[in-house]
């Protein structure tokens, strides 16, 4: 389903006539009650309700810091853009949930200034996540199929009878155990 976004009012009446005026290119969907549904960020989900006027960013997998500051840096950009009031920045009723209430505007729509303005968010944010998916890529490749320099054949390292931490080990004096044998 294609969601059309038009901004301003010279624009719907051109609209007929002319092209989209923005186009977005996300991963979005519009729920049976009018919310939009945006799933194109790798560590949160963002949902705008145009009923509430509100802004809602959860975790997509787990809670982290990792996300708290995704959401942060969401909402962050979303206040300088004045599509938001900072002092609305709440935590949600979903765990690990942000929320905000939007501002109304009276020249133009809100919610269509946000979901442009989420667009261009993802796309500032999208360099840091494709690094992340490479470099994840990277790290399995050189585990599973390691080079010549980083890896040994079968038989090349002699067994030893002792290695490492086996032996006697001395623990905290402090305990009832101070030592263990092997």
């Not at 145009?50 to 802004?55: E, F, G, L, R, S």
């Not at 690094?131 to 199929?145: I, L, S």
């Amino acid at each position: 389903m294609t969601v059309r976004v038009i901004i301003g009012d010279e624009a719907i009446e051109k609209a007929q006539s002319k092209p989209a005026v923005a186009k977005l290119e996300m991963i979005i969907r519009r729920t049976m009650d009018g919310d939009y549904m945006i799933m194109d960020h790798t560590d949160v989900d963002i949902i705008v309700m145009p009923k509430k006027m509100k802004v809602v960013a959860f975790p997509k997998n787990l809670m982290s810091d990792l996300v708290y500051s995704t959401e942060n840096r969401l909402f962050k950009f979303l206040s300088k853009k004045g599509l938001i009031s900072v002092s609305s920045v709440q935590a949600g009723s979903i765990y690990g949930s942000l929320e905000a209430k939007l501002l109304t505007g009276e020249t133009h729509d809100t919610v269509k200034l946000t979901l442009l303005n989420i667009q261009k968010w993802i796309e500032e944010e999208r360099p840091y996540f494709e690094f992340v998916d490479k470099f994840e890529d990277m790290m399995v490749d050189r585990f599973v199929d390691p080079d010549d320099e980083r890896s040994t054949e079968l038989g090349e390292i002699p067994h030893d009878t002792a290695k490492g931490a086996s032996g006697m080990t001395y623990g905290n004096a402090h305990h009832w155990m101070s030592y263990t044998y092997e």
